[in-house]
């Protein structure tokens, strides 16, 4: 046992000695720490953003229910926050928190214009991605690895000192192994320190610091293992850097790139702005047509209403907001084939996800994180859950009740009550999810 804690001692005086694997190493400690400096920047926002919104929501629907009386008046001006809020690891793995939407405020219109509206603008902020500590994981620390690693047995048999080493070595494995574990302990110790203080600031569940821990020693460890193995026979460093650098520029970005322009050249989809228009022009062209066309086409959907749909004027907040959820149900079928999609999208970047390890290790860490495309679904369809209560507390006020007096208005849905008593929650594999929403 002595033996090799001194083994050890040398080989990390031995690193210390080499001026460019320290350089190496403290760029590595720089780019973790920034990494999660800027993930627990990027949440740290979001969050005093959703703290900020939710007093102003507040204070908006007090002052809406202090100035209109009328329910149709109420549904048009109270807006409700709708949100999902950045689980305790997002700062570590942003994930598609900045592809898609993590808060609304909602209305008694119509939902899919509400929802989709912002489509192209968040794809168009999501163009410069953000540096995540998922991305220096699964990214960069390959390529470290490999500089640590891929000169290992080269140098030394290109300096003529490999079989004397080897020859005075009390055991082969006591010499490459003490300087393989120290190489991957300052690795390890130089990624994963910022993300515990990470973790720390965050206050993350241990169980779930400790999945990260380990799944983050394995994937450096598959590293490690194939820079050691393909170097190990290896006479010139820079063949066996340029091999592993090939091996990990195909795996980290030719075919997760491939991948994706091949699953979207398969699978196609609306675009959110198609969504959009279509329920726009159906709620624009319910102004010129027919009342009662309007009135058969919500109560073909909602019959439970058919006994309370005569106007009595020109004008009603009843037939207003009929055609507005009319509207929504003429761009469901678009509405179901954009989310059918992203589905599908998203179940074809598992399977290519098998064949890059990267990809594989981002997609595992984003769903641990609540930060994927699941979790962005399961919020979508919290939304329409939201929307559809909403309709559920005035649709009564509208076409039977009257004006609701203002205790009634404490009954009011709330997005925070909704998930709090949400006992239909969607399956993450996405079956049960496309059927509920």
């Known amino acids: 046992m002595s033996y090799v804690f001194s083994q050890l001692i040398r080989e990390w005086r031995f690193l210390l000695r080499q001026k460019y694997l320290v350089i190496l190493l403290a760029c590595t400690f720089a780019i973790s720490g920034f990494a999660v400096f800027s993930g627990l920047s990027e949440v740290s926002q979001q969050q005093h953003t959703i703290e900020r919104l939710k007093t102003a929501d507040l204070t908006q629907l007090a002052n809406v229910q202090n100035k209109y009386r009328d329910a149709g008046s109420l549904a048009y001006y109270s807006f409700h926050l709708t949100y999902s809020a950045p689980s305790n690891l997002a700062f570590a793995a942003l994930g598609e928190r900045d592809i898609y939407p993590w808060k609304h405020r909602l209305n008694l219109l119509a939902l899919e214009g509400q929802i989709y509206e912002s489509d192209s603008q968040n794809a168009e902020l999501a163009q410069a991605g953000k540096i995540d500590f998922v991305f220096v994981i699964s990214a960069l620390a390959p390529l470290i690895v490999i500089l640590l690693f891929h000169d290992l047995f080269a140098n030394e048999r290109t300096s003529a000192r490999h079989d004397l080493l080897v020859t005075t070595a009390k055991s082969y494995f006591a010499l490459w192994g003490a300087r393989i574990a120290v190489r991957l302990i300052a690795v390890i110790v130089c990624l994963m320190l910022p993300f515990y203080v990470g973790t720390l600031l965050s206050h993350s569940a241990l169980a779930d610091v400790g999945f990260f821990t380990f799944i983050c020693v394995i994937y450096i460890a598959f590293w490690t293992l194939l820079s050691v193995w393909w170097g190990k026979n290896a006479n010139s460093a820079p063949r066996v850097a ?10 980290a970005f030719i075919i997760p790139i491939l991948g994706d322009l091949v699953i979207n050249k398969t699978v196609h989809s609306p675009k959110g702005g198609d969504i959009v228009l279509t329920q726009r022009e159906a709620v624009n062209d319910a102004w010129d047509l027919p009342k009662k066309t309007t009135m058969d086409a919500f109560v073909a959907s909602n019959p439970q209403w058919k006994d309370h749909v005569d106007m009595q004027s020109e004008f009603e907040w009843k037939w207003y907001y009929a055609f507005q959820q009319v509207g929504d149900e003429k761009a469901g079928e678009l509405s179901h084939a954009y989310r059918d999609a992203a589905h599908t999208k998203y179940q074809l970047a598992g399977i290519v996800s098998w064949f890059s ?68 929650e969607p399956d993450v594999t996405g079956v049960k999810l496309k059927e509920n929403l």
Not at 242 to 251: D, H, N, P
Not at 368 to 394: P, Q, V
Not at 398 to 404: A, R, S, V
């Open 242 to 251: 340029s091999t592993l650098i090939g091996f990990w520029v195909l795996v």
């Open 357 to 424: 390890p990267p990809l594989l290790l981002q997609r595992s860490f984003t769903r641990l994180a609540s930060t994927d495309a699941l979790a962005a679904f399961r919020y979508e369809y919290r939304m329409r859950g939201f929307h559809k209560s909403l309709r559920e507390f005035y649709y009564p006020w509208l076409f039977i009740k009257g004006n609701p007096p203002k205790a009634a208005l404490k009954s009011m849905p709330s997005f925070k009550k909704t998930m709090l008593n949400e006992t239909d």
